[in-house]
């Protein structure tokens, strides 16, 4: 299947700065991407889905000027997490969608472990 | 709106044994729903899609069924192995406005003891 990529993996970040996290689609052209979050045993919460070049939709409760998504290609999209603050701490994982046949595939990146001191 | 239940929350099982997780949903408008595993530090893998007119799929040791009515799916693992130790999610797939979105359960955690 194809992949998609994170980075970094883990960061740990003191409150109030900003923390930026790359998600690539490796071997294919991913035309939406989307961000999640999931907190510990809970869902994966949709954060927003972005498509290339243009901006990203947020779900409700999502702050946009907190959470900046970036989509500049059909291969990267960027979450930067503005001022991040302890209730930031979560799990963020992307997941990129192309059109396999007749059906919109998502395939997902590893995850990316942040924690705000 | 559709919320997506995952029973039990963890199962600890020992090696060979047959095993089902739950998974139900309260709105039967579904395009399809998909089972995956989710792996310390590795992407979500998906397992098996049951489109909404299929009643069930099979991979290998691995059988998910549907019920659109009921609101229910089922994935059986049959031999369970070590390997199998993951946490298991499963996610229905909604038309909301113009576009798809998924919805998922919170999963089931899968200790298989050697």
């Known amino acids: 299947g194809a992949v998609v990529s994170q980075h970094p993996s883990r960061v740990i970040c003191k409150s109030g700065t900003s923390v930026k996290i790359e998600c690539r689609s490796l071997?294919?052209?991913?035309?939406?991407m989307f961000w999640y979050r999931q907190f510990p045993k809970q869902s994966l919460m949709l954060m927003a889905t972005s498509n290339e070049g243009s901006k990203a939709t947020y779900e409700q409760g999502v702050e946009k000027d907190k959470f900046l998504i970036n989509h500049a290609s059909l291969t990267l999209s960027t979450l930067t997490v503005t001022s991040a603050h302890p209730e930031d701490s979560s799990f963020y994982i992307c997941?990129?969608?192309?059109?396999?046949?007749?059906?919109?595939?998502?395939?997902f990146g590893p995850g990316t472990r942040l924690t705000v001191l | 709106k559709q919320e997506v239940t995952q029973i039990p929350a963890a199962l600890s099982v020992p090696e060979g044994e047959n095993l089902v997780l739950n998974c139900s949903f309260t709105d039967s408008a579904i395009y399809n729903l998909q089972w995956f595993r989710q792996d310390p530090g590795k992407g979500l893998t998906s397992l098996l899609l049951i489109q909404s007119s299929q009643r069930e799929q099979t991979s290998g040791r691995l059988n998910a069924s549907l019920d659109k009515s009921s609101g229910r799916s089922t994935l059986y693992i049959a031999a369970s192995q070590p390997g199998d130790s993951a946490t298991y999610l499963c996610?229905?797939?909604?038309?909301?406005?113009?576009?798809?979105?998924?919805?998922w359960g919170a999963g089931t955690k899968l200790i298989i003891k050697p």
């Open positions: 996610a229905v797939k909604i038309r909301l406005d113009s576009n798809y979105q998924l919805i």
């Open positions: 997941s990129g969608q192309t059109l396999e046949g007749s059906t919109d595939t998502q395939y």
């Open positions: 071997d294919f052209q991913a035309t939406t």
